[in-house]
């Protein structure tokens, strides 16, 4: 917050009321620019206040992947292969049954070929 000689001081943490008016004046006084950077930073918070267990999620995600890592260390090449087309298969089966894909075979990026 300025004071008339120009320096800046913290604000006073008095009571909520007190807290929300020292911020709406500084809100009201921020130039435009600073103004989507706050609404962005605000919209932030507000993503990790409603969805406290994406760090959680996250630590599932990422045992979950090491522990398949440690399933396919001990396979050959060849087999890794068969699991990754299993795959594959399942996940375009169920894109198509979503309306999410087309059937049929996929013949290369024609943009990528047109490219070279």
Request: with cysteine; proline share 3%; charged share 20%.
């Amino acid at each position: 917050m300025k004071i008339a000689d120009g320096t800046s001081q913290k604000p006073q943490l008095n009571d909520d009321q007190s807290l929300v008016r020292q911020a709406m004046i500084q809100v009201a006084q921020l130039p435009d620019d600073d103004l989507v950077i706050l609404i962005d930073f605000l919209h932030q918070l507000k993503i990790k206040r409603i969805n406290p267990t994406n760090r959680k999620l996250a630590q599932q995600i990422v045992a979950e992947a090491f522990n398949q890592a440690e399933v396919l260390q001990g396979l050959s090449s060849s087999a890794k292969a068969a699991r990754l087309n299993e795959n594959l298969a399942k996940l375009s089966a169920d894109a198509i049954a979503k309306g999410a894909s087309i059937e049929g075979e996929w013949h290369g990026d024609q943009t990528f070929a047109i490219c070279l």
